[in-house]
């Protein structure tokens, strides 16, 4: 909606009179004015002002069904017959805007807008301009405000202020009010909305009507109802005040009175005055002589307590050097367990994916055992049928040789020379079944091989590749070492300087990034990735006091080219002091806050991480269980934090939170090393240097059992190609010797022609027998070796008893480390409690 304009006296100018002869002229006349005036009116229509409604949107409401209503900037006219719903439209613009039903005149409550038969709830939005330098909340709502208000069918309705992405903002009636008077939208003035009603009450209405409708226009009327009320609020002050002084006066006046006996009274003191001297004199020699005796008696008393307190600054030095002493022992045996504990974390991580190649080994196994039981069942029950089948043949074959035993006497050099023939080829066979099965197991071994040379390539690459990664983090590093700025992007040094050289356009100096105003002291650094995680991306923000600002640091970012992720910003007001009365925790929590530990020398910067962090209520524990014991109250399922207590942080960037009672522990698994916080990258280098290393050695040593893989693969190959030669060479002499031996037979057959043993059937069932039982043979083979477990699972299971026997001696280790970090945590108790005695006893000297 339009703001209201201020009034303006308009000249009026009478047209020409319009006849049907010459309408057609006219009409074109006024259609070419029209074209040349929106010409002329495009440009202002990109800077018009704030508040204008562009679009109104209704959906069962009144007579509409779904209605969308888009409007130029400038003058819109709504035209329809009677009842289409022209005024519905207006109707749903104050309904958005916050108006009662009986204001609109069209309803008497604001359920009765819901479509009429339609049980569901209504809706209606307008969508305003936001664009220009008195925008309302630019940077919430955007360029554009959507106002929503759902009436829903029990008679309640919904306020939703959208922006321009229509993403809800608020959904307070306060905030539209706000918005609203920013803008100068009036729904309930007539000049600006003016209804049926309201029209026939400023066209019929009488003089008195007129002026309330002047007066409701111009705003008096709320003015007139303001200052009533003012001079009511005033005239009851004024009579409440005025009782109050008549009541002091009276006061007064009996105080006075008061007074004035009690001076009477005094006059008759006079005479006693020089008494009260004389005996103040001797009181005050009398004070003399006391104090000068116990002067006496505090000097000897004061001798004695400087020995004293010579002798306990003594006794305190000494304790203070044995419980140093003491820190430092326990500080080197913490180390010492911690270093345990990780070893002992590595071995165990070692062990589970030993574990489970253990179990995806043994898998299979299980299965190839099942199949060899039947394949062992039907072997048995195969070579029971052979055997008799050959009982059948060979008993055959009896009955038919003594029958032919007279025939065969003539013919025995012949049969010799077939026998030798037969076992010529038997020996052939088996040369060739040999070889054939020697060189598929080369085939197999071949095959293991090319897959364990695969895997080595794959390794190498995925090492390749890390170690690329570590070299730019080392580089990054080392950059940042020369430059603290380089920890918080790349591009924020370009930034910096384009800063700096535009820094007569801000409204402000932006502040910023804010990781640069902080220190972790010495005696905290070991929570430095737990503050890099409390805070998130905050510390590479800058701070900007308003949109314009934004806007051109922004701009600023495009031109050093930095990333979605380099130099975000906050838009935060200057105070120009440090918050001060913060919500801290009671007791000794309020130390363990994260905004107490932190060194921050910028108060801006301080307020900001508190107010978008909020450090005052997220606290850094050393042990999760002390943590727990001093923050947690309740038992599972009804646990509660500490009062203002939010988040509870551990050194690695593990926290713990407390969500319906029940208490959720949440790891850190980004990597984060902590250089914004600590300033001292040193450490990341040597870390990074020892891890590129590891990786060096670890891809010499791929590429050395790379290269023994290529040799042992060449070398089986050739094997291969000289098996594959000699299963050539006696598969052709195998063919030659039963082209020969089938020779033989023919010449057999043809003596014995009439005289032939038909023993076709027994013969195919054996070999269709002998087959099976040879498919059953090769398959109990194969489940055999396939149950044999191979080397890889007998190298997991030694690497298995290696990691347990590891974690024997680290346990051991641990204990030992835990005994001692005990023994002198204990000693060093002693000693702070001895050294705190002497303290006392100083003080007290």
């Not at 203070?320 to 974390?345: F, G, P, V, Y």
């Not at 076709?760 to 070796?785: A, Y």
Request: hydrophobic share 30%.
């Amino acid at each position: 909606m339009e703001r209201r304009p201020a009034s303006k006296k308009q000249k009026t100018r009478r047209g020409a009179e319009i006849t049907p002869e010459n309408a057609a002229q006219v009409l074109s006349a006024a259609e070419h004015e029209l074209t040349r005036y929106d010409k002329q009116s495009a440009p202002v229509s990109t800077s018009c002002e704030m508040g204008v409604i562009e679009e109104i949107y209704c959906e069962n409401f009144m007579c509409h069904r779904k209605l969308r209503v888009t409007l130029s900037p400038h003058i819109n006219f709504i035209t329809g017959e009677n009842g289409s719903g022209k005024s519905a439209i207006i109707a749903a613009i104050q309904i958005c805007f916050g108006a009662t039903a009986r204001t609109t005149h069209r309803g008497k409550n604001i359920k009765a807008f819901i479509r009429h038969e339609f049980d569901g709830n209504a809706l209606v939005s307008v969508k305003l301009r936001n664009d220009n330098s008195d925008a309302f909340h630019p940077d919430k709502y955007g360029k554009n405000i959507i106002v929503e208000r759902l009436i829903r069918r029990d008679g309640w309705a919904e306020y939703r202020l959208k922006n321009e992405q229509g993403h809800v903002v608020s959904k307070l009636k306060s905030e539209l009010d706000t918005m609203m008077d920013r803008l100068n939208i009036q729904t309930d003035n007539p000049c600006a909305v003016m209804d049926q009603e309201n029209a026939k009450l400023f066209l019929k209405g009488t003089s008195e009507d007129k002026y309330k409708f002047f007066l409701q226009s111009t705003d008096l009327a709320k003015m007139r109802t303001t200052y009533t009320h003012i001079d009511e609020t005033t005239r009851m002050i004024i009579e409440s005040a005025l009782k109050s002084e008549v009541a002091k006066i009276a006061t007064l006046r009996d105080a006075k009175n008061k007074t004035k006996k009690q001076w009477q009274e005094s006059q008759s003191i006079g005479k006693l005055e020089k008494e009260l001297e004389l005996l103040k004199t001797e009181l005050e020699w009398s004070f003399v002589d006391e104090k000068e005796t116990i002067t006496a008696n505090v000097q000897k008393k004061l001798k004695q307590k400087e020995c004293d307190a010579t002798s306990a600054s003594e006794k305190l030095s000494k304790a203070t050097n044995e419980a140093q002493q003491l820190e430092q022992d326990q500080n080197d045996a913490n180390a010492k367990l911690e270093e345990a504990s990780m070893r002992m974390d590595k071995n165990h991580r070692q062990k589970m994916r030993v574990k489970s190649k253990i179990r995806e080994a043994r898998r299979p196994i299980q299965q190839y055992k099942a199949e060899l039981s039947q394949v062992t069942r039907s072997k048995e029950r195969t070579k029971q049928q052979l055997t008799r089948l050959h009982h059948d043949l060979q008993q055959k074959r009896d009955r038919h040789a003594a029958k032919l035993h007279r025939l065969n006497e003539g013919n025995k050099d012949l049969r010799d020379r077939v026998g030798k023939k037969q076992q010529e080829v038997a020996q052939t066979e088996s040369d060739l079944h040999d070889t054939e099965a020697d060189a598929d197991a080369h085939r197999h071994t071949l095959r293991d091989l090319e897959d364990r040379q695969d895997d080595c390539k794959t390794q190498l690459r995925q090492l390749y590749q890390e170690a690329e990664t570590t070299k730019k983090r080392l580089n990054s590093l080392k950059q940042q070492k020369q430059n603290r700025v380089a920890a918080f992007g790349r591009n924020i040094a370009h930034l910096q300087q384009l800063i700096q050289t535009n820094l007569h356009q801000f409204t402000a100096p932006p502040i910023g990034p804010l990781g640069m105003y902080i220190t972790l002291p010495d005696d905290f650094m070991r929570f430095e990735r737990a503050i890099e995680v409390a805070t998130g991306s905050v510390l590479r923000t800058f701070l900007v006091v308003n949109g314009q600002d934004k806007a051109l640091l922004d701009k600023l970012r495009r031109q050093a080219h930095c990333s979605s992720t380099e130099a975000n910003m906050i838009i935060s007001a200057r105070t120009g002091y440090r918050y001060n009365n913060l919500e801290l925790p009671s007791g000794d929590l309020a130390a363990h806050a994260i905004c107490n530990i932190l060194q921050v020398n910028n108060d801006e910067v301080f307020n900001a991480l508190v107010d978008t962090c909020s450090l005052e209520s997220k606290l850094l524990f050393d042990d999760r269980e002390v943590a727990e014991r001093r923050v947690l109250t309740g038992s599972s399922g009804s646990f509660r934090m500490a009062r203002f207590v939010s988040e509870v942080y551990l050194p690695s960037g593990d926290k713990f939170v407390v969500r319906s009672g029940n208490l959720a522990y949440i790891a850190n698994k980004r990597q984060l090393y902590g250089y914004i916080v600590r300033q001292n990258v040193d450490r990341g280098i040597v870390q990074m240097k020892n891890k590129l290393d590891c990786l060096e050695k670890e891809v010499d040593e791929l590429r050395r059992d790379e290269s023994l893989l290529s040799h042992d693969k060449n070398e089986l190959g050739n094997d291969i190609k000289q098996q594959s030669d000699r299963v050539n060479f006696l598969s052709r002499r195998l063919n030659q010797q039963r082209m020969e031996l089938r020779c033989l037979n023919d010449e057999i057959d043809d003596i014995l022609q009439d005289h032939t043993l038909d023993t076709s059937v027994l013969e195919s069932e054996c070999k269709s027998t002998e087959d099976e039982l040879e498919d059953f043979q090769r398959r109990e083979q194969d489940l055999n070796k396939a149950i044999t477990p191979d080397r890889k699972l007998h190298d997991s299971l030694d690497a298995l008893k290696k990691l347990d026997s590891v974690e024997k001696m680290i346990a051991v280790e641990m204990s030992e480390c835990q005994s001692d970090v005990d023994a002198v945590y204990k000693r060093r108790r002693e000693a702070k409690v001895e050294e705190i005695t002497e303290q006392r006893e100083l003080e007290a000297a």
